[in-house]
Structures are given as C-alpha cells and as structure tokens.
C-alpha cells in the first residue's frame, strides 16, 4: 500500500498557497489606492512635478541609510543605470554571478562591456572570491554579486578584492530586500545597490527599479544616466550633460511603490520567519542542505533554496520536488535551469547585428567562453536546487504543512527511492 501522495496516496493538502500574482500573496491595498487617487487628482503623472517619485528616493535611501537614490523603471534599469555610472569603456569586462535574472547582464552588454562569470558557491548561491580573482583582468572594471533568493553573498572577500583591483561593486539586491550581512543591509555593502519593483518581488508595483549609493560622484551620476543626462529636470533650463537613459519611473509607479516600502520591513521580517522556521524544522533530513547565513545575518527567502545531495537522498531533486509538490508543498527545482550565459542570446555572442562585438574587444586567446563546465559548481547548485516558494502571507498553518510534507516523504524514503527506480 502506497502512502505518499505521489504514488496515489492521500496528500497532506489540495489547495493552494498566496502566491505573487494575485493579491493573496501581495500586500498592495488601501494606501496604494489613496496614493494614486491623489495622483490623478492633481492630473500629473510625470516626475517632473510630483511628489511620489521624490518621495520614494527618499523613503528608501531613509530605509537603507543612504546617501542617495535614485528611482527607475524597471530592476533592469536600476543595473544599468548603475554601470551606466560606473561609466565602463568598451571591451572592460564586468564579472557576475551566473544564476540570476537577464536583467543582471544585459546592462553589462548595453553599455558595450563584457560579462564574465564567476563561480558561486554552495552554501549561500553568492560568488565565490577564490573563483572571481582567478577571472580578474587589467580590463575588469566591476564586479555585480548578485543576492540570490533573499541571501547574502559572503561581501567581505569580494569588498577585499575590489580594494586590491581597483574595482566598483554594484550589488543586485533585486531578490534581497531586507537582507542583512553582518548587520548591515545589502546594498549599502558596494559602491551602489540595486533593486527591483517586479511583479514578484519583496515589495512591488508591478515594474520599477531603486538604485542607491553613498558616493558623492556616483551619486550625481546615477540620476542623471536614468534621465537622459538631463540635470534639473522639469526645473531648469534644458541642458544634457551626459549619456544616459529615459529610465524615469512615473508618478504612477512610485505612488504605489511609497506605500510598499512603509511595509517592506514587515515583509521581509515575515518571510524571515516563515523561511527560517521551515529551515529549522528540516535542517536535520539526510541529504538536505539549508542555507548558510553569516553572524549577524538574515535571509528574507525570495524563496528558499535547498541543496539536495541527490546520491543521499537516492532520487533526483525534481523527483523530490515533484513528491513534496505532491503533498501539497509549494516545491521545484533547478531554477533557471542552465548558468544564464548558456541561454542563446549569450551562447552565440551576438549582441549587435551581424558582429561580434564587443567580444572582438578582448584579446586574441582571452576571450570570455560561455560554455558547459566553465561553472562547475554553478552546474552543481541547479542540478541540486530544491525551491520551495515562501510568501509573506502564509499562515502558520501553510508553514507547518510545508513542513509535514517534508516529514511524511522523508518518514517514507525508502517508498520513495523504490517509486523513483520505475517511475523517476
Ligand atoms: C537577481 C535579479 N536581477 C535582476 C532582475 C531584473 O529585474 P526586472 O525584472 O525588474 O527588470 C531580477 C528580476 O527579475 C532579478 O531577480
């Protein structure tokens, strides 16, 4: 007689969980709601003469304790305003992490730069400084760690590497909000913090960016490449200084988005609980593998990413993931799948028609290759990445099915390795 869910049992649970496309699993309400109607009101949805826009560069630079912020369109826009002032030439390579959004690269390639990866490393999913030095040039100009799922990546090694090579560091905090590295923020770590306003993530409305910095210059910079170089906008005489973007987000937007960040520490103190409670609770599970957070750290779990040490386990992650799906957990695997330098638009390296640049920029036998086993550990981490999607909504009672779907296939894992020999 078969008890897990996957082979026809009786599964812990049916229904659903508040996700990010509805609002079960948003916190947008009332006050987005008086925000915007003042905002029609007043018949000016252009930053040029609002207040929201204003209003929520300062919110958040508060938020963080940061100089300056800037607000954007979208978290894609939020990067590429960040190398945009960071100012690379062509042909300087920028290194990154290769399990992120698109977004994180295609700045990089805006701006005719060139995105190397760096190894990451298991524990946290952040780069790996041994791996990223080995990938330092005389053309490195930055490096982008990206925070993945909520985590931080280990700063101090990749701020130690920066001093040594001269090197800015823009952190995509775009899954990260709230995120701590030993007590500080993620963010405010770098030279610049990036973050994103989609749809799915910590706080939203819908598509934005918020670009942050304590530097003087970068932060005369990072406002102007996100307004077509245009200083005094709206105010002033019209004068174009630099090369930048039209990357304005709009009255509309930031109306919202000032609602949301009143309620991002709330946000992301819940998913903190939620995330470290499940944590907690199967930490122990032969072959599961929680994610490491340093002293005087916190993981605000965009979603929490497990490592499944698959020859413990004795079946696949997706086979795991599909049991505990099964049951009624929130559960998939391996995220993007492939290092994102393997997705076509990077593979083929061909950005600008029918060239090859800006890769012909780097020297003979020094190119930049975007190939299977150029991330070993990279490759690793997908294959063995369990995903289980954590909302700031759930009740406690949505956290402790999560957590007994994780029990009754564990309780049964003999059940499950005999299923997965003839079905997995
Ligand atoms: C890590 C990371 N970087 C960059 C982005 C790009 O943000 P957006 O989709 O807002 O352009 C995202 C979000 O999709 C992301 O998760």
């Known amino acids: 007689m078969s008890v897990l869910a996957i082979n026809g049992g009786e599964p812990i649970r049916t229904q659903g969980y508040p996700g990010v496309g509805s609002a079960a699993g948003r916190t947008v309400g009332k006050q987005e709601l008086a925000n915007l109607q003042q905002v029609i009101d007043s018949g000016m949805m252009n930053r040029s003469g609002g207040k929201f826009v204003p209003e929520v560069e300062k919110k958040f630079a508060e938020h963080l304790g940061m100089k300056y912020c800037a607000a954007s369109t979208s978290g894609?826009?939020?990067?590429?305003?960040?190398?945009?002032?960071?100012?690379?030439?062509?042909?300087?390579?920028?290194?990154?992490?290769?399990?992120?959004?698109?977004?994180?690269?295609?700045?990089?390639?805006?701006?005719?730069?060139?995105?190397?990866?760096?190894?990451?490393?298991?524990?946290?999913?952040?780069?790996?400084?041994?791996?990223?030095?080995?990938?330092?040039?005389?053309?490195?100009?930055?490096i982008i760690p990206v925070h993945l799922a909520g985590?931080?990546?280990?700063?101090?090694?990749?701020?130690?590497?920066?001093?040594?090579?001269?090197?800015?560091?823009?952190?995509?905090?775009?899954?990260?909000?709230?995120?701590?590295?030993?007590?500080?923020?993620?963010?405010?770590?770098?030279?610049?913090?990036?973050?994103?306003?989609?749809?799915?993530?910590?706080?939203?409305?819908?598509?934005?960016?918020?670009t942050v910095t304590n530097d003087?210059?970068?932060?005369d910079r990072i406002p102007l490449f996100a307004n077509k170089g245009w200083p005094n906008y709206g105010q002033g005489e019209r004068d174009y200084v630099m090369f930048g973007m039209n990357y304005r987000m709009t009255e509309l937007q930031a109306a919202v988005v000032s609602a949301?960040?009143?309620k991002v520490d709330w946000v992301t103190a819940r998913r903190g609980e939620v995330g470290d409670s499940i944590c907690d609770a199967i930490k122990d599970y032969p072959g599961i593998?929680?994610?490491?957070?340093?002293?005087?750290g916190q993981h605000t779990y965009w979603f929490l990413g497990l490592m499944v040490d698959q020859e413990v386990v004795g079946v696949s992650t997706s086979y795991l993931a599909g049991a505990l799906g099964k049951e009624g957990a929130p559960a998939s695997a391996h995220y993007i799948g492939i290092p994102i330098f393997m997705y076509d638009v990077l593979r083929n390296k061909k950005?600008?028609?029918?060239?090859?640049?800006?890769?012909?920029?780097?020297?003979?036998?020094?190119?930049v290759r975007y190939?299977?086993?150029?991330?070993?550990?990279t490759e690793r981490i997908l294959d063995d990445l369990l995903r289980i999607s954590v909302n700031e909504n759930y009740t406690d009672e949505d956290t402790d099915v999560i957590i007994k779907c994780f029990e009754k296939v564990f309780d049964n894992l003999d059940e499950l390795r005999e299923s997965f020999k003839t079905q997995g």
């Not at 823009?170 to 590295?181: F, K, N, R």
């Not at 593998?289 to 005087?296: A, F, I, L, Q, R």
């Open 76 to 142: 894609t826009a939020a990067i590429h305003v960040a190398v945009g002032a960071v100012n690379p030439s062509p042909g300087d390579e920028i290194i990154t992490g290769p399990i992120t959004d698109i977004g994180t690269v295609l700045p990089i390639l805006a701006q005719n730069a060139i995105p190397v990866f760096g190894d990451l490393r298991r524990d946290n999913m952040g780069l790996d400084a041994e791996d990223v030095e080995r990938r330092i040039t005389e053309r490195t100009k930055a």
């Open 151 to 210: 985590n931080a990546t280990d700063m101090d090694p990749l701020m130690a590497l920066a001093e040594k090579y001269d090197l800015y560091v823009i952190e995509d905090c775009s899954q990260a909000y709230g995120t701590l590295y030993k007590g500080k923020h993620v963010g405010t770590i770098g030279h610049i913090g990036t973050f994103s306003l989609q749809q799915s993530k910590h706080i939203t409305c819908g598509d934005g960016g918020l």
């Open 216 to 219: 003087d210059e970068l932060g």
């Open 260 to 262: 949301q960040i009143d």
């Open 289 to 296: 593998e929680v994610p490491s957070v340093t002293e005087g």
């Open 351 to 367: 950005i600008y028609g029918d060239s090859d640049f800006p890769f012909n920029l780097q020297p003979e036998g020094q190119q």
């Open 371 to 377: 190939e299977e086993g150029e991330t070993p550990e």
